[in-house]
């Protein structure tokens, strides 16, 4: 504590402070100058009303008439995000303030306040050694200090919560209710339930949903996103790692997905959670058209089917009506369904006997063999270069676009994304129409520019 009293009567050079002695620790008044030397009388102003707030939020003054709690937390929180100089004294002067406080109650309080603090914005390099040192001594006596410590280590790690807790989600923390359990949607409707606290972060939830799935590669973790979907499915935006959950869930019908963006990592399946999901993921994929799979391919159709039928613990063959469900919904038309109902059978007799889990493994071996397999694919409606098929199919992943003719499967356009210059979204021109995006790419010598408009472009934000 001693290191920590001199910093905050000197820093840098010797501080004005230094003349007048330490002050005792907690302090009883408000102080009359900044701890830290300031020589901006503006900052050293602002720092002396902090303290004032802190000490009327902790109880040690009777707080302004008309003011509240939660008035003065934000107060002190938003100084602390807009003023990075007043970071340090707002930390000093609660380290002050919760050391040898008589008053149990109300030092709880500051502890409070001071695992708030950690969690939104860090102290100067400086100062960081000292804060550490504090949490890590008082950690065995005071279970906000470990807290704290853990706060202050994800904000490090992933920059502090810059969105500050609403009114709601601050009065519970201030009760001790820095808990509540949140349910994420996986492909193939599996739901998992996870408890976040007030300073999760999605890459933390990410980590855990993928020790679900026996994923332990870090690599391979990167590969997966949460996303919000708004309503009965419009896609808000995939979050970033960095991003605090509880700054993003409070919208009104708003739910957290989970999917897999990239398939870089060699595919395995050791674990069931792993099989479903990822079965789950390219069924819906397959269905949706997007796999690249031409729908005069009568044999391949009627394997996929059959391991469909197969993955839900049926055997026998299903109606024609029946086989609709298991075949690309916006190639149906295009398919001789009878064709591939008869193929169908003879594939479920060859299989005979094969488990659902097995089934799952093998359709989804056979899926990734599809030229649109690992990308992210939208359909596009117009393209500005006449030569390109129109509607076509849009694939993206972390490495190349391309741009796939639906009806022969030919790969019409391809761009490597490290020659892209700029990706821009357009917007409609009217509130019912489709947005764009425009692609500039190729050398300085050679610039290129195109065009697409797509029904949706939110999962291009993930890029």
């Known amino acids: 504590m ?6 905050s009567k000197v820093r840098g050079t010797v501080g004005r402070s230094q003349t007048r002695g330490p002050a005792p620790w907690p302090c009883p008044t408000p102080i009359q100058e900044s701890l830290i030397n300031f020589s901006d009388e503006d900052m050293n102003r602002q720092a002396v009303e902090s303290f004032q707030a802190l000490m009327q939020f902790m109880g040690d003054q009777s707080k302004p008439r008309g003011k509240n709690e939660l008035d003065l937390l934000y107060r002190l929180l938003k100084l602390c995000q807009e003023k990075e100089d007043l970071r340090d004294e707002v930390y000093c ?8 406080h008589p008053r149990p109650k109300l030092c709880a309080r500051g502890w409070r306040f001071l695992s708030l603090l950690t969690g939104c914005v860090p102290p100067s390099n400086t100062l960081m050694p000292y804060v550490t040192k504090f949490l890590q001594d008082w ?22 919560r810059r969105r500050l807790p609403s009114p709601g989600e601050m009065q519970a923390f201030l009760k001790g209710q820095v808990v509540h359990l949140i349910l994420i949607h996986l492909p193939g409707g599996v739901d998992y339930k996870t408890n976040i606290r007030t300073f999760t972060v999605a890459a933390e939830v990410l980590q855990e949903l993928c020790r679900q799935m026996g994923i332990t590669d870090p690599q391979e973790v990167q590969e997966f996103a949460l996303f919000l ?33 990239s398939w870089e990592t060699r595919l395995h399946f050791d674990n069931p959670t792993y099989i479903s999901t990822h079965y789950g993921q390219v069924l819906q994929d397959y269905l949706q058209g997007k796999l690249g799979l ?21 055997e026998e063959p299903p109606s024609e009506q029946d086989l609709l469900a298991y075949l690309p919904r916006q190639q149906q038309w295009q398919m001789n369904v009878a064709t591939v ?8 007799r060859q299989l005979h006997g094969c488990r659902a889990q097995e089934a799952q493994i093998s359709f989804i071996k056979a899926v990734s063999k ?23 199919l849009l694939g993206l992943n972390r490495q190349h676009l ?48 195109i065009w697409f408009e797509l029904p949706q472009v939110g999962g291009l934000h993930a890029l």
């Open 370 to 392: 599809l030229p649109l397999f690992g990308y992210t694919v939208y359909m596009v409606l117009r393209v500005s270069n006449p030569a390109l098929p129109c509607p076509g």
């Open 229 to 261: 979907i708004k309503g009965d499915g419009e896609l808000v935006r995939p979050l970033w790692p960095q991003e605090y959950l509880n700054s993003v869930l409070g919208g009104p019908d708003v739910s957290l997905h989970s999917r897999r963006l």
């Open 341 to 348: 109902k008869s193929l169908m059978g003879r594939e479920l």
């Open 402 to 449: 391309v741009l796939m003719d639906p009806s022969s499967q030919e790969l019409c356009c391809s761009i490597a994304l490290r020659d892209l210059q700029r990706l821009r979204l357009l917007s409609p021109l009217e509130a019912e129409g489709s947005p764009g995006l425009e692609l500039n790419y190729g050398s300085a010598d050679n610039p290129q520019t």
């Open 139 to 160: 950690g065995p006596r005071q279970e906000l200090a470990q807290s704290s410590q853990e706060h202050l280590q994800s904000t490090v790690k992933y920059g502090g």
């Open 294 to 314: 031409s729908p005069q391919e009568d044999a391949r159709l009627a394997r996929l089917a059959a391991l469909q039928q197969l993955s839900r613990n049926k």
């Open 2 to 7: 001693a290191s920590l009293v001199q910093y």
């Open 93 to 100: 002067q609660t380290i002050k303030q919760v050391t040898g």
